[in-house]
Structures are given as structure tokens and as C-alpha cells.
């Protein structure tokens, strides 16, 4: 099936390599990026294979919505689950309460249940959700073991186990008080020399989520340039190791201006946004609304060693929480009739600049 | 005698001008982008022109403060064009900048001011661009990556960003150096006197790239708008004239094309 | 006119009074300032050379340009730059104005400018030192062109602008005041980008200055919007602007002048306003789809269609149905009002409106009530 996969730069690695590899959680892209998963299977579909390895990921939050989240706790549970060195820091007194409520895999007899049970509910979307299976996955997939896949299903309502943390390297640190950006600064710059970036095999890869990072209880939120300067310094470092940080940022906290260099600076630039509760008009608009629980928008997907832009079919999905459990990204757009034609960006193909698919969009 | 085809990019900047066939010697080039569209494709291509033009007196001196020189060289390979052969050369001459200014608090102790920092960047450049003309490199270009970021190593002084921009300039007119330069526009949108209206009277040319008003489309990634300056030494058809083409980047090349004409 | 600016600065300062001053500004929807200044710089250049004006010499600040650049320019338009008339004078404050490459390239001297040049410009170091500056432009004029007596000279600075990044306003109109008020000075001009400062400064330089000179885009920029990549360059393709002048005479009077000025290849041009303003005005509109503006017969066409709720006031009385009159008093309304307008013809033709339904999905006009599939 890689062969398959179409290509259009010269200069591509055989992909077959891509499989042999022994390290799980590692996928190869194109030139010469590979991928760590984000924790949410569809978003590592629509980003064409999820956060390459060396990338900076901003989340632009929405203030009247906790998604952002969401998308922190996947990221990190999945690094946890590939025992990824791992780095999070929020502007909270107690950084490492929040690793009580990140997500534990769903078991694998767990998804089987849950594909069934969607597919009475819904049987087009099942065939979507399969579809992943005939995908880059496909051995792993044959291995069973959930815990050697790429990407898992993660469970919202099972926290991770107390003791698994023991004997994973894990640290936690709080942005809270004034000295800490330098002080920060150094202990990414230490977290990341453990993942030194050489050109052969990837023996691990580091995961920094940082939360809220400008926050306004944090001393350092008034000061922008220094966490311009930051962030610059972060991404910089994260490029020449293997590693892949994670930012949410609120962008209303932030002046227009300073808000726009962010988003300049991220390599994957995401947004997520709330949708208005018991609103009549959208139910009828989207299909599917009942299950929303908010929309996620794609600004930017990470061009490296590329100059090529990625066009995707659609920017905009809504995220969902299938059986209250588990994390789906969908098109907002299609309407279930359509899922068939329209989940094509499922299938890697559709990812490359060069497809020419026409796309429905709003 | 050109061995690259030329495109409208090329036509608009000047390039196809048998005549004079590096007609940005002595000009200053601003691309100017926003989130939506990056105009780096704008310098790979620039950079590809500089070094496969069958004048070996081209020079390049690359500021990299946005990649690593991994990715500029993958780029450019795929481009049909080796950048570390080039550097072996003595052509190519690159500058990572990813963490210039970074290390701040530590060496501010040591008295080393943002100034001083911008103050050894020129300093570097200068004894590059010395060397290469010692070599008889005659054109030197300088491609800065990008402004905005400059000015976060400046630690946000823009004043300290024009006046690296002006001893840069000084090359240009001192041994004919060109300067090629990206800037982000839509940081500055919110600021009253922006340092890109400073670029925009400073630069000869100058490019815009943006995304088609109509939104995304699969087969045109956006539009570009060039704007040639009246200097003395142009083309009497470029003098101050706008032209607005589209384009598709592929991995090998970008793609020109007037709006609609795109088979 | 440009000439009568050029006038003033030759004719120069009246003994106890202050020199003339010019300011230019521009803007970048017209940027074309640093054109005018040269301008103004050659004319009143080969005014010093045939000895028509009252300085003797011309001390030039640079800041935007090399001292080369001038040299160069000054000889393309055929003034003698010799090192035998030591006429003109440059303060070179463009090459090294912060001592940076002082600061590294101690001792070593690489110096690539040729003679001629580097007999005529000095280097300063520090532009941010004011005072320095002064005594500098006043040492320069001195000692090169004035000798005995009240032999008085121009000074002309290429870009206030870039002095003003390195200091304060206040500090900058210390030192153009000062030279404004000095003996050995006999007129003053300079440059500036009105839009990279605030009000306030531009309105302290023109407060300083007895001329003003604005040049200006003939059509404002059409949109405000910068992102909209298509509109904001449309009128900025034009070299041609209005040039718009204001001299404070002495008598108290202002007098105000207007000229278009077009750039070409051999500098810029000035010419008294045409009459054929009003089509270049129109050519510059941008083209849109639609109109924005209609023409003659299109206002006289829509003038008179008479609209339904017009009908009553066809050239008669207006009235108002009233039930209680007996029909055959408003006989007169049973007239079709198409036959009764026919008659009134004159000539002029009948405006109407002509409506074409967009589509079939759109239903004729109906009685139905058209919220009733709404589901309340």
C-alpha cells in the first residue's frame, strides 16, 4: 500500500522502510519528516500523518471553551502509551494534577464493541472509521495489540492509572511566577538534549505541551516580546531534536499584532472554537449536532523541508465525543449521505498538494 | 544564454531582460506574506535564479532565522539546485540564525546589548561579502528569512531593524550587492507607523503575496502582486508598473499564471 | 510652481531674518518625495554654479542616498563636481551613521569609494548627536566655501526621516531652527515620509518651515484595506501625482499653488494642471464590475422613471381617494396613466423600470403569505 501512496517530489524515501522500522509510535512522511501521532486518530488523517518530529503545534484557544484541552491530554496519553519522554507545563500552581485526568487507551475489545455499536447508530461513518485500518496501519492493525499502534483510541472517561506514571519520564512544571520564562526556557533546552536529533535511527521522541502560555495570571503575560522571544527559542530547539511541542495559546489575550506572530511561528497552526449550545438553527444546519461538542479549524499544516502548501479538502470540523468516550474529528460540512465521497481525506492520497479532487467547501 | 526558463515572476522583476541579466544589482527585494499564504516559495526561487545563472560571479549570503539549512536544502534539491554543493563552492554562504539574540538573559549580564548582537550579525556580513568579492564574486545577494523575525532578536526594537537594514543597504550602493528580504505584512496591520511602510519606501521591488480573495482552491495557491519602483537602470515597460499574477507551487518549481488563464 | 519654490531658496535670507525653508513630504501612496528633492537640489545646484543665487555653496546632509549616488547625480545633469569648484559639500551620514563598522573595523580602512567622492563628503559617526551635527554642517560650509564676509550657503537634508530614528523631535528642530537662524546660512530644505510620523512631528517640521510642498497620489487610494492584494496598488501604478504647495510670504499672505508632477526616466516633471485631470481621473477609477458612478444620460434616464408610488403626481394635482365623492368626478383617474404619459410625450422618452426575474426559482409575485412555512 505505500506503494500507492502518490508522490511528487523526486526525492522520496521508500516506504516500505517506513514498516520494518522496530520502534512504534514513528511513521515516516515525506521528505524526510516522520510523524508522531497527536492522540486523535482523525487528526493525524487530516494533517496527513499526524506532528512531524521537529515541529512546533500551536492551538489558538477559544476563551469560552476548555477543547484545547482535549487535544493537550490525547497528545500527551499517547506519548505516555509509546513511552515518550514527556514535558508539560501550565500556569498552574499544581502542574502535575493535571496528569490525573489525562485518557487511557481504549482496549481493543473496547473499540471492537464500540465500532459495532456506531454502526447501528451510524453505518456509513463506521466504514470511515475502518477505513484507517486499510490505511498506513494496516500491520499493526494485524498485531492487535493496541498498544503498538501508530495512534490509539483514548478513552475520556478512564483516566490513566496513578501508577503508570511511575518509571516514565515525566515532568511537570508550573509558568506561574516571573523568573520562570528563562527558567522555562532552560529546562525545555535540558528536556530536549535527551532527544538529540541525528540522522539515523529515531530512538525516542520528546513530547513538550505547554499550556495556555500566555496566560494572564502568569507574571510574563504582559511582557510579548519575551514570549515571542520564547517561543522562537522553542521552536528553534525542538527543530534540531526529535521532538514535538504542543502550545495552546489564547489569541484574545494577545494583541492583534503579537496574536499574528504566533501564528507566524507555529509549524501547525490549529484553532478550536465553541458552538452555542441548544441552538435550533445550527441542529438543523449540521448534521450531527447533538454530538458536538465543538469545531476545530486548520489553519496551518506543517510545511517542512517543503515548499509546498498542503490544500485540504476541508479546514473546518467538528469535534465530537462518540459514546461520551472517545475524541472524532468530522468534516462539518458533510452531511451523513455523503461521508462515503467525502471522507476521502482519510486516504493519504488526497493529503498531496498536488491532488486535484475538486472539494465542496464552505 | 539563460539556462532557466523564464516565467512571469521572472518578466516581472526584470530577469528576462537580455541586456541586463542581474537587474537587481543594487535594489532592495521585499516579499511581503501573511498566515494565510507564505511567500517563502518567493526566495527559493530567487535563490534558485541566483545560482543557475550561467554567471558563476553570483553569490549568495543566506540570514536563516525562520529554517534550518536542512530544509532550505531539500528545497532547493528539489529544485535542481545542491545548496551544500554550493556552499563548498563558496558561493552559498549560510548563516543559522534560529537562535541569534536567544540566549539574552544570559549573555545581557555579560553586557551584551540586542544592539550589540545586530551589531556583530552586520559585522559577519560584511567580512562575507569582502570575501566574496575578494574571490570575484561581483554580485553578492543577501537573503534575509525572515524580517519579523530580526526584529524578535532585536528584541522588538524596529528602529534597531532599520538601522541594520541601513548598513545592510549601504552594501548595496557601496560594492552592488542585492538584498532580498520576506516580511510578514499582516503583523504590522494593528500598528500606526509600521515598520513595513519603513521597508516598503526602502525596497525597489516589491512583492505581495496573498491568498485569492475567492478563498482556497486546489489548483492556485494564491496570488502575487509585483511592484517595480522607478530607478534609473529599469526596464522603461517594469518602471512602477503593478502586475498581479497567480500561481501553484509545486515541489519543483512554482508555477505563473494570469488570473484564469490556467489551463 | 516648483520654480517659484526653487526662486526662494535661491534668492535666499534677508540680513536678521530667517532663512527660507522647504519642507517635502510625501506619502508611499505616492512616493515620490526623494524625486522632488532631487530636483530641487540640481536646480538650485546649477543656480549656486552660475553664481545666480545669493549662497556660494551648498553643504548636503545624506542620509538615504551615498554621497556617490549624489555625485553621480549631479553629473548626469551636468554640474560640474570637480574637486576645483568646491561648491558642494556632503555630510555623509549614510554609510557608517551609528560607528558600527568603526566599531569592528578598527584601524583597517577599507575604503572603495573613489576620490572625487571622498574629496567631497566626510564621514559622520554619530548622526544621533545633534549639536555634534551642527557644528559640524556650520564647520563644513565655513571652511569650504565661505570665506570673508557674509558669504552664506544651503544646507539640504535628504531624509528627516531617518534622522528622526535617531533622535527626539525636539532635538531635531533644536538643530533646524539653529540653522534656520544662522548668519552663514542662506536657505534650508528637506525630505520627509508624512506617514512614518505622527501628526505631531509633521506639524513641528511645517510649523519651521516657509514652504511646504506635499505630493500626493491624484486619486486617494481607492480601498483602506492593505490584505485586499488586487485594489490597494491600482492607483499607485501611476508615476504621475499633484504636487501641492504652500508658501508663507512675508507680507502674511499664503499663497497656494497646485501642479502635476510626473516621474520619468530622466527625473521628475512638473506641468500646470490640465484640463485633462477629469479623464485621467476617470481612467484611474478603478474597473469594477458595476458601476459606482453613472453617466450623464444614465442620471438623466433615472430621473425620469416615475416610480409606482409617483404615479398620483403626474403633472396634476394630487389626490387622495375619497370615498365620499361620486364617480363621476374621478373619471380623470380611470385614464390609463400609460395613454394619459404618451400624450405628454415630448421627446424625451419615458424611463421604466426593466426587471428580469433572476431565476425560475424565484415565484412570482403572490398574496401568499411567505413566513407561513415557518415553524414556530
Given at each position: 500500500?505505500?506503494?500507492?501512496k502518490p508522490?511528487t517530489?523526486?526525492?522520496?524515501?521508500?516506504?516500505s522502510?517506513?514498516?520494518?522500522?522496530?520502534?512504534?509510535?514513528y511513521k515516516?512522511?515525506p521528505?524526510?519528516?516522520?510523524f508522531?501521532?497527536s492522540?486523535?486518530?482523525?487528526?493525524?488523517?487530516?494533517?496527513?500523518?499526524?506532528f512531524?518530529?521537529?515541529?512546533?503545534?500551536?492551538?489558538?484557544?477559544?476563551a469560552?471553551?476548555?477543547h484545547?484541552?482535549?487535544l493537550?491530554?490525547?497528545?500527551m496519553?499517547?506519548g505516555?502509551?509509546?513511552?515518550?519522554?514527556l514535558?508539560?507545563?501550565?500556569?498552574?500552581?499544581?502542574?502535575?494534577?493535571?496528569l490525573g485526568?489525562?485518557?487511557?487507551?481504549?482496549?481493543?475489545?473496547?473499540?471492537?464493541?464500540?465500532?459495532?455499536?456506531?454502526?447501528?447508530?451510524?453505518?456509513?461513518?463506521i466504514?470511515?472509521?475502518?477505513?484507517?485500518?486499510?490505511?498506513d496501519d494496516?500491520?499493526?492493525?494485524?498485531?492487535?495489540?493496541?498498544?503498538?499502534e501508530?495512534?490509539?483510541?483514548f478513552?475520556l472517561?478512564?483516566p490513566?492509572?496513578?501508577?503508570?506514571?511511575?518509571?516514565?519520564?515525566v515532568?511537570c512544571?508550573?509558568?506561574?511566577?516571573?523568573?520562570?520564562?528563562?527558567?522555562f526556557?532552560?529546562?525545555?533546552a535540558?528536556f530536549l538534549?535527551?532527544?538529540?536529533?541525528?540522522?539515523?535511527?529515531?530512538?525516542s521522541?520528546?513530547?513538550i505541551a505547554?499550556?495556555?502560555l500566555?496566560?494572564?495570571?502568569?507574571?510574563?503575560?504582559?511582557?510579548?516580546?519575551?514570549?515571542?522571544s520564547?517561543l522562537?527559542?522553542?521552536?528553534?530547539?525542538?527543530?534540531?531534536?526529535?521532538a514535538?511541542?504542543?502550545?495552546?495559546?489564547p489569541?484574545?489575550?494577545?494583541?492583534?499584532?503579537?496574536s499574528?506572530?504566533?501564528?507566524?511561528m507555529a509549524d501547525?497552526?490549529l484553532s478550536v472554537?465553541?458552538?452555542?449550545?441548544?441552538?435550533?438553527?445550527?441542529?438543523?444546519?449540521l448534521?450531527?449536532?447533538?454530538d458536538m461538542?465543538?469545531?476545530?479549524?486548520?489553519?496551518?499544516?506543517?510545511?517542512?523541508?517543503t515548499q509546498?502548501?498542503k490544500?485540504?479538502?476541508?479546514t473546518?470540523f467538528?469535534?465530537?465525543l462518540q459514546?461520551?468516550?472517545?475524541?472524532?474529528?468530522?468534516?462539518?460540512?458533510q452531511a451523513?449521505?455523503d461521508?462515503?465521497?467525502?471522507?476521502?481525506?482519510?486516504?493519504?492520497?488526497?493529503c498531496?498538494?498536488?491532488?486535484?479532487?475538486?472539494?465542496?467547501?464552505? | 544564454?539563460?539556462?532557466?526558463a523564464?516565467?512571469?515572476?521572472?518578466?516581472?522583476?526584470?530577469?528576462?531582460?537580455?541586456?541586463?541579466p542581474?537587474?537587481?544589482?543594487?535594489?532592495?527585494?521585499?516579499?511581503?506574506?501573511?498566515?494565510?499564504?507564505?511567500?517563502?516559495f518567493?526566495?527559493?526561487h530567487?535563490?534558485k535564479?541566483?545560482?543557475?545563472?550561467?554567471?558563476s560571479?553570483n553569490?549568495?549570503?543566506?540570514l536563516a532565522f525562520?529554517?534550518?539549512?536542512?530544509?532550505?536544502?531539500?528545497?532547493?534539491?528539489?529544485?535542481?539546485?545542491?545548496?551544500?554543493?554550493q556552499?563548498?563552492?563558496?558561493?552559498?554562504?549560510?548563516?543559522?540564525?534560529l537562535?541569534?539574540?536567544?540566549?539574552?538573559?544570559?549573555?545581557r549580564s555579560?553586557?551584551?546589548?540586542?544592539?550589540?548582537?545586530?551589531?556583530?550579525?552586520?559585522?559577519k556580513?560584511?567580512?562575507?561579502?569582502?570575501?566574496?568579492?575578494?574571490?570575484?564574486?561581483?554580485?553578492?545577494?543577501?537573503?534575509?528569512?525572515?524580517i519579523?523575525?530580526l526584529?524578535?532578536?532585536?528584541?522588538g526594537?524596529?528602529n534597531?531593524?532599520?538601522?541594520?537594514?541601513?548598513y545592510?543597504?549601504?552594501l548595496l550602493s557601496?560594492?552592488?550587492?542585492?538584498i532580498?528580504?520576506?516580511d510578514?505584512?499582516?503583523?504590522?496591520?494593528?500598528?500606526?507607523?509600521p515598520?513595513?511602510?519603513q521597508l516598503?519606501?526602502?525596497?525597489?521591488?516589491?512583492?505581495?503575496?496573498g491568498?485569492?480573495?475567492?478563498g482556497?482552491?486546489?489548483?492556485v495557491?494564491?496570488?502575487l502582486?509585483v511592484?517595480?519602483?522607478?530607478v534609473?537602470?529599469?526596464?522603461d515597460?517594469?518602471?512602477?508598473?503593478?502586475?498581479n499574477?497567480?500561481?501553484?507551487?509545486k515541489?519543483n518549481?512554482?508555477?505563473f499564471?494570469?488570473?484564469g488563464?490556467?489551463? | 510652481?516648483?520654480e517659484?519654490?526653487c526662486?526662494?531658496?535661491?534668492?535666499?535670507?534677508?540680513?536678521?531674518?530667517?532663512?527660507?525653508?522647504l519642507?517635502?513630504k510625501?506619502?508611499?501612496?505616492?512616493?515620490?518625495?526623494?524625486?522632488?528633492?532631487s530636483?530641487?537640489l540640481?536646480?538650485?545646484?546649477?543656480?549656486?554654479?552660475?553664481?545666480?543665487?545669493?549662497?556660494?555653496?551648498?553643504?548636503?546632509?545624506?542620509?538615504?542616498?551615498?554621497?556617490?549616488?549624489?555625485?553621480q547625480?549631479?553629473?548626469?545633469?551636468?554640474?560640474?563636481?570637480?574637486?576645483s569648484a568646491?561648491?558642494?559639500?556632503?555630510?555623509?551620514?549614510?554609510t557608517?551613521?551609528?560607528g558600527?563598522?568603526?566599531?569592528?573595523?578598527?584601524?583597517?580602512?577599507?575604503?572603495n569609494?573613489d576620490?572625487?567622492?571622498?574629496?567631497?563628503?566626510?564621514?559622520?559617526?554619530?548622526v544621533?548627536?545633534?549639536?555634534k551635527?551642527f557644528?559640524?554642517?556650520?564647520?563644513?560650509?565655513?571652511a569650504?566655501?565661505?570665506g570673508?564676509?557674509?558669504?552664506?550657503?544651503?544646507?539640504a537634508?535628504?531624509?528627516?526621516t531617518?534622522?528622526?530614528?535617531?533622535?527626539?523631535?525636539?532635538?531635531l528642530?533644536?538643530l533646524?531652527?539653529?540653522?534656520?537662524?544662522?548668519?552663514?546660512?542662506?536657505?534650508?530644505?528637506?525630505?520627509v515620509?508624512?506617514?512614518?510620523?505622527?501628526?505631531?512631528?509633521?506639524?513641528?517640521?511645517?510649523?519651521?518651515?516657509?514652504i511646504?510642498?506635499?505630493?500626493?497620489?491624484l486619486?486617494?487610494p481607492?480601498?483602506e484595506s492593505?490584505?485586499?492584494?488586487?485594489?490597494?496598488?491600482?492607483?499607485?501604478r501611476s508615476?504621475?501625482?499633484?504636487?501641492?504647495?504652500?508658501?508663507?510670504?512675508?507680507?502674511?499672505r499664503?499663497?497656494?499653488?497646485s501642479?502635476?508632477?510626473?516621474?520619468?526616466l530622466?527625473?521628475?516633471?512638473f506641468?500646470?494642471?490640465?484640463?485633462?485631470?477629469?479623464?485621467?481621473?476617470?481612467?484611474?477609477?478603478?474597473?469594477?464590475?458595476?458601476n459606482?458612478?453613472?453617466?450623464e444620460?444614465?442620471?438623466?434616464?433615472?430621473?425620469?422613471?416615475?416610480?409606482?408610488?409617483?404615479?398620483?403626481?403626474?403633472?396634476?394635482?394630487i389626490?387622495i381617494?375619497d370615498?365620499?365623492?361620486?364617480?363621476s368626478e374621478?373619471k380623470?383617474?380611470?385614464i390609463?396613466?400609460m395613454?394619459?404619459?404618451?400624450?405628454?410625450?415630448d421627446g424625451?422618452g419615458?424611463?421604466?423600470?426593466?426587471?428580469?426575474?433572476d431565476?425560475?426559482?424565484e415565484m412570482?409575485?403572490?398574496?401568499?403569505?411567505?413566513?407561513?412555512?415557518?415553524?414556530?
Amino acid at each position: 500500500m505505500a506503494a500507492t501512496k502518490p508522490r511528487t517530489g523526486s526525492f522520496s524515501r521508500n516506504f516500505s522502510s517506513a514498516h520494518s522500522s522496530k520502534t512504534p509510535g514513528y511513521k515516516h512522511g515525506p521528505n524526510g519528516t516522520t510523524f508522531i501521532s497527536s492522540g486523535i486518530p482523525d487528526l493525524d488523517k487530516i494533517l496527513c500523518g499526524g506532528f512531524p518530529l521537529g515541529s512546533l503545534v500551536l492551538v489558538m484557544e477559544d476563551a469560552e471553551a476548555p477543547h484545547h484541552m482535549l487535544l493537550l491530554r490525547n497528545f500527551m496519553s499517547q506519548g505516555l502509551v509509546h513511552n515518550q519522554p514527556l514535558l508539560y507545563a501550565s500556569p498552574s500552581r499544581d502542574p502535575r494534577g493535571f496528569l490525573g485526568t489525562l485518557p487511557s487507551p481504549g482496549a481493543s475489545k473496547d473499540d471492537k464493541s464500540r465500532d459495532n455499536s456506531s454502526e447501528q447508530e451510524k453505518g456509513l461513518r463506521i466504514a470511515w472509521q475502518y477505513k484507517k485500518y486499510f490505511g498506513d496501519d494496516q500491520e499493526s492493525t494485524n498485531a492487535i495489540d493496541s498498544k503498538y499502534e501508530f495512534c490509539n483510541d483514548f478513552d475520556l472517561r478512564r483516566p490513566f492509572d496513578r501508577h503508570f506514571f511511575s518509571g516514565k519520564h515525566v515532568e511537570c512544571v508550573s509558568i506561574l511566577d516571573s523568573s520562570s520564562l528563562s527558567n522555562f526556557r532552560d529546562r525545555c533546552a535540558t528536556f530536549l538534549s535527551q532527544v538529540p536529533r541525528n540522522d539515523g535511527n529515531i530512538s525516542s521522541a520528546g513530547r513538550i505541551a505547554i499550556q495556555s502560555l500566555c496566560a494572564p495570571q502568569c507574571d510574563h503575560s504582559n511582557m510579548e516580546w519575551e514570549m515571542l522571544s520564547f517561543l522562537r527559542y522553542l521552536k528553534s530547539m525542538v527543530r534540531s531534536s526529535n521532538a514535538v511541542a504542543v502550545v495552546t495559546f489564547p489569541p484574545s489575550l494577545l494583541s492583534p499584532s503579537f496574536s499574528k506572530r504566533w501564528q507566524h511561528m507555529a509549524d501547525t497552526l490549529l484553532s478550536v472554537r465553541a458552538i452555542p449550545d441548544e441552538d435550533k438553527e445550527l441542529a438543523k444546519l449540521l448534521t450531527g449536532y447533538q454530538d458536538m461538542v465543538g469545531l476545530l479549524n486548520v489553519h496551518k499544516v506543517a510545511q517542512i523541508n517543503t515548499q509546498v502548501p498542503k490544500i485540504l479538502e476541508a479546514t473546518t470540523f467538528s469535534i465530537k465525543l462518540q459514546k461520551r468516550r472517545y475524541l472524532v474529528l468530522e468534516c462539518l460540512n458533510q452531511a451523513p449521505i455523503d461521508v462515503s465521497s467525502g471522507s476521502s481525506y482519510g486516504s493519504t492520497g488526497s493529503c498531496s498538494g498536488s491532488s486535484k479532487t475538486a472539494s465542496l467547501e464552505f | 544564454m539563460d539556462r532557466m526558463a523564464s516565467n512571469l515572476l521572472d518578466g516581472a522583476i526584470g530577469f528576462d531582460d537580455p541586456t541586463n541579466p542581474s537587474p537587481l544589482i543594487g535594489r532592495l527585494l521585499l516579499v511581503e506574506d501573511c498566515v494565510e499564504t507564505s511567500g517563502a516559495f518567493v526566495l527559493h526561487h530567487l535563490l534558485k535564479r541566483a545560482f543557475s545563472s550561467p554567471n558563476s560571479s553570483n553569490a549568495v549570503i543566506f540570514l536563516a532565522f525562520s529554517q534550518s539549512f536542512v530544509h532550505y536544502d531539500r528545497i532547493l534539491r528539489k529544485l535542481g539546485c545542491n545548496l551544500a554543493a554550493q556552499r563548498d563552492n563558496g558561493r552559498f554562504v549560510f548563516f543559522d540564525m534560529l537562535t541569534l539574540g536567544c540566549s539574552g538573559e544570559k549573555t545581557r549580564s555579560g553586557k551584551e546589548t540586542d544592539e550589540g548582537v545586530l551589531v556583530g550579525l552586520y559585522c559577519k556580513i560584511q567580512r562575507a561579502v569582502d570575501a566574496l568579492i575578494q574571490e570575484n564574486k561581483k554580485h553578492v545577494t543577501i537573503v534575509i528569512d525572515d524580517i519579523s523575525l530580526l526584529e524578535v532578536a532585536a528584541n522588538g526594537s524596529s528602529n534597531l531593524v532599520l538601522d541594520f537594514l541601513h548598513y545592510c543597504h549601504t552594501l548595496l550602493s557601496e560594492v552592488g550587492c542585492s538584498i532580498i528580504a520576506l516580511d510578514h505584512e499582516d503583523v504590522y496591520m494593528d500598528i500606526k507607523r509600521p515598520l513595513s511602510l519603513q521597508l516598503e519606501y526602502l525596497a525597489d521591488v516589491l512583492i505581495k503575496v496573498g491568498p485569492l480573495a475567492t478563498g482556497i482552491a486546489k489548483d492556485v495557491h494564491g496570488q502575487l502582486t509585483v511592484l517595480n519602483k522607478p530607478v534609473e537602470g529599469l526596464q522603461d515597460k517594469l518602471r512602477n508598473r503593478v502586475q498581479n499574477f497567480q500561481f501553484y507551487i509545486k515541489e519543483n518549481g512554482t508555477e505563473f499564471f494570469y488570473s484564469g488563464s490556467r489551463a | 510652481m516648483a520654480e517659484s519654490i526653487c526662486r526662494a531658496l535661491r534668492d535666499g535670507a534677508l540680513q536678521g531674518e530667517l532663512a527660507p525653508t522647504l519642507t517635502i513630504k510625501d506619502n508611499i501612496n505616492s512616493p515620490f518625495g526623494f524625486h522632488a528633492f532631487s530636483h530641487v537640489l540640481t536646480q538650485l545646484s546649477s543656480n549656486i554654479l552660475a553664481g545666480k543665487s545669493q549662497s556660494r555653496g551648498l553643504v548636503l546632509l545624506s542620509f538615504s542616498r551615498s554621497p556617490a549616488y549624489y555625485v553621480q547625480l549631479l553629473k548626469k545633469r551636468g554640474l560640474n563636481v570637480g574637486s576645483s569648484a568646491k561648491w558642494i559639500q556632503i555630510l555623509d551620514c549614510y554609510t557608517d551613521p551609528l560607528g558600527w563598522k568603526q566599531r569592528f573595523m578598527e584601524g583597517e580602512n577599507v575604503s572603495n569609494v573613489d576620490q572625487e567622492v571622498s574629496n567631497l563628503s566626510h564621514l559622520c559617526t554619530n548622526v544621533g548627536d545633534m549639536d555634534k551635527l551642527f557644528s559640524s554642517i556650520i564647520t563644513l560650509g565655513k571652511a569650504g566655501f565661505v570665506g570673508e564676509g557674509t558669504v552664506r550657503f544651503c544646507v539640504a537634508v535628504d531624509s528627516v526621516t531617518n534622522m528622526l530614528r535617531h533622535s527626539s523631535i525636539s532635538a531635531l528642530a533644536g538643530l533646524l531652527s539653529s540653522l534656520r537662524s544662522n548668519d552663514s546660512v542662506s536657505s534650508t530644505f528637506w525630505l520627509v515620509h508624512e506617514d512614518l510620523h505622527e501628526e505631531k512631528v509633521i506639524a513641528a517640521l511645517e510649523y519651521m518651515s516657509s514652504i511646504v510642498a506635499t505630493l500626493e497620489a491624484l486619486t486617494p487610494p481607492p480601498y483602506e484595506s492593505r490584505s485586499n492584494v488586487d485594489n490597494s496598488y491600482l492607483e499607485r501604478r501611476s508615476t504621475k501625482g499633484r504636487f501641492h504647495v504652500r508658501i508663507k510670504r512675508r507680507n502674511g499672505r499664503v499663497r497656494v499653488i497646485s501642479e502635476d508632477f510626473n516621474v520619468e526616466l530622466a527625473g521628475i516633471k512638473f506641468t500646470s494642471i490640465s484640463s485633462e485631470d477629469a479623464v485621467i481621473n476617470q481612467v484611474l477609477i478603478p474597473k469594477v464590475q458595476f458601476n459606482l458612478q453613472l453617466s450623464e444620460k444614465e442620471l438623466n434616464d433615472r430621473a425620469r422613471v416615475v416610480l409606482p408610488f409617483e404615479h398620483q403626481g403626474t403633472g396634476k394635482p394630487i389626490q387622495i381617494y375619497d370615498g365620499r365623492r361620486s364617480l363621476s368626478e374621478s373619471k380623470d383617474d380611470n385614464i390609463p396613466l400609460m395613454s394619459n404619459e404618451k400624450g405628454n410625450d415630448d421627446g424625451w422618452g419615458k424611463g421604466e423600470i426593466v426587471y428580469f426575474r433572476d431565476s425560475d426559482d424565484e415565484m412570482p409575485d403572490s398574496d401568499e403569505d411567505p413566513d407561513d412555512d415557518l415553524d414556530i
